[in-house]
Every structure is written in structure tokens, then in C-alpha cells.
């Protein structure tokens, strides 16, 4: 009996005797191609028929492009699974997915822990201005000449969380345990268990009354340049804008010019909105705290989140299912 096949998209690291124990399962494959125009061409080719399952990664996008309608159209008729390995997922265009009956997975809580540790230190960093001077300190002018003006203390600040899901509420318990009070705004307002005390405001209320605002929600159509030149006209003067989640949610623009007319205090960002280049008004102001999307970039985090995702290849091998489907395809 023919063994199905795995398509493999991107690099494993660390888990490797998990992959390596799917060959019972399936044959194990990687693509000829190194280009998006190459992948496609291999896709319509038919030598990937027989693949029912794709295991990819963000990275992956350097060869195959993004999985838009013209991709997902190209993929073989045999196949039924893809599954990323990534909380975010705005690479993958779910609802072609859907049209062609491909289900689609995310590792949805594996990145928790890790991507609200990069929130909090990005959080404290822009509110006591750290890296203005931490650019002095390299250039052997100490704090710099003449000093920075003082930062401030989390303390009985207001942290605005927009979209509350398993990271947001995981920085929730992390700014609280720096005396942050948390607000939040979500598309649909939690349980009380699940917010955990958390109040909820509406989307306009949490701009207009937080010290800090911190976005944890996903890209997609709806929350593209969800804030832009409006929405920093109604935040309080002198806020502070952090972005772990993707950089498109926050029109670039706009916030450089936030910045530069000091309506913005200071920001902390891990994502951008044409990542790897970086708008270079951000580059250019000092105030401004800049990670080049490490807020997963653990060893640990690395390893559960491919464990995970190898966990829901192994699902659609063995059942014909998949443990985590991304929301968008909760009643496929």
C-alpha cells in the first residue's frame, strides 16, 4: 500500500526524532524548488501529487511566497492538511483553503509565554526611555549630553490591551505583577474568568484612557492600520504604543509622525510593516525601542511550537483531523 505524503516547508530544528518517527506514517518530502515561481511550477507539474499534508513555517514564505489564492490553487488535489507553525497566520489565505476543502492549524498557545516576555520588556524599555541611552552608553557619552528626559514607573499605570487572547492575557498577569492596572478591548468581550478582573472598554475608551497600549490581536482584513492618524488623535498625550502581534496593524506613517510631534512618547515594537525593512522614521528616532521579531526566538518556545505543529500533522495522518484548526474554520 502507497504511504501518503508530507510536504516539509521550511526548516526543523530541534524536533527532530518527532519528525522522524512521522516516516511510519508517510514519506517524509521536501520540494525541489527555491523559488515562489519554481514552487508553483512543481505544484501544477503533478510531482506533488499524493501529498496530503504541508508542514511549514514563517521562514518557508522565502520560497514559496505566501499561501494566496494563486498558490493554494496550485496545490495537488491529494492534499487536505496545512499546518503552520506559528500563532499568526496572515501568510495563509484561510478562506481559499476553505473553498477547496484544505484545513488549516496553527500552534496557537505555544508562543504565550514567550511573546508577552518581549511585550513586558519592550513595555518597561519605552516607558523608562532605556534606549536613548543605551545608544549613548556605546557611544561613550554615559547617558548622553545632555541627559534624557526621566522615564516612568509602571506603577498605577493603565496598560490598554487590544485583543485578548492567549497572549494578551498572559501579559495581563505579567503587568499586573508591575502594579499595572489592565484594560482591555476584544471583538467579543470575555468571560470573567477569563478576563480575570481585566475591565472591559470599548475600543474608543481603552485609546482615550490608557498610559499604555499594547496590540495583541491578529492581522487580517479587519485589523490592518487599526490604528492610524485618527486613533492617535484620540490617545492621551504622551502614550505609549507597544506591538508584539504583526506590524500592519499600526499604520507606520502615522506613528512616525506620532512620534516625531511627541504625541507618542515612546513605542517598543518586535513586528513591522514590511518586515525586514523597517521604516527608517523608526530607525532615526532614539526613542524608540526596535526587536527584529524575536518575541518566539527561544529555544524552548522554538521546540514546543514545532512539536505542536508536527502534533497536528501526526492528527491528520492518524485521524484525518487536526488538533488546533484556526478559528476562521471552527465548524468546517
Known amino acids: 500500500m502507497t504511504k501518503p505524503k508530507v510536504l516539509q516547508l521550511g526548516v526543523i530544528d530541534h524536533a527532530h526524532e518527532s519528525w522522524n518517527a512521522l516516516s511510519e506514517l508517510a514519506d517524509l518530502i521536501v520540494p525541489a524548488a527555491r523559488s515562489r515561481a519554481e514552487f508553483l511550477e512543481e505544484c501544477r507539474s ?23 489564492a494563486e498558490l493554494v490553487a496550485a496545490l495537488p488535489n491529494s492534499l487536505k492538511f496545512i499546518c503552520h ?31 508577552a516576555d518581549v511585550n513586558m520588556f519592550l513595555i518597561i524599555g519605552a516607558l523608562r526611555g532605556f534606549n536613548t541611552s543605551m545608544i549613548a552608553l556605546r557611544e561613550g557619552k ?25 497572549i494578551g492575557r498572559n501579559l495581563k498577569k505579567k503587568a499586573e505583577a508591575f502594579g499595572m492596572k489592565v484594560v482591555y478591548y476584544n471583538r467579543n468581550k470575555l468571560s470573567d474568568e477569563l478576563a480575570g478582573g481585566a475591565q472591559y472598554l470599548s475600543f474608543e475608551e481603552l485609546l482615550s484612557t490608557s498610559d499604555v497600549i499594547s496590540l495583541n490581536l ?6 490592518r492600520h487599526i490604528i492610524s492618524t485618527h486613533e492617535f488623535e484620540l490617545m492621551k498625550k504622551g502614550v505609549v504604543i507597544v506591538n508584539t502581534a504583526r506590524g500592519a496593524v499600526i499604520d507606520e506613517d502615522a506613528l512616525v509622525k506620532a512620534l516625531d510631534s511627541g504625541h507618542v512618547w515612546s513605542c517598543g515594537l518586535d513586528v513591522y510593516e514590511d518586515e525586514p525593512k523597517v521604516h527608517p522614521g523608526l530607525v532615526a528616532n532614539p526613542h524608540v525601542m526596535l526587536v527584529p521579531h524575536m518575541g518566539t526566538w527561544t529555544v524552548e518556545t522554538q521546540t514546543a511550537m514545532e512539536e505542536w505543529n508536527i502534533g497536528n500533522v501526526r492528527a491528520a495522518l492518524e485521524k484525518g483531523k487536526l488538533n488546533t484548526v484556526v478559528p476562521e474554520q471552527a465548524n468546517m
Request: charge should be negative; include cysteine; hydrophobic fraction near 30%.
Open 46 to 68: 503533478g510531482s506533488l501529487e499524493g501529498v496530503v499534508a504541508v508542514y511549514r513555517t514563517f521562514g518557508s514564505v522565502d520560497i514559496t511566497g505566501l499561501f494566496d
Open 85 to 115: 507553525n506559528g500563532a499568526g497566520y496572515d501568510q495563509v489565505d484561510v478562506s481559499a483553503c476553505t473553498e477547496r476543502g484544505i484545513k488549516v492549524s496553527n500552534v496557537p498557545t505555544a508562543v504565550d509565554d514567550a511573546t
Open 142 to 166: 554615559w547617558r548622553g549630553h545632555p541627559p534624557p528626559p526621566l522615564g516612568h514607573d509602571p506603577e498605577g499605570k493603565t496598560l490598554g490591551i487590544l485583543g485578548m487572547g492567549g
Open 218 to 223: 491578529p492581522l487580517n482584513k479587519n485589523t
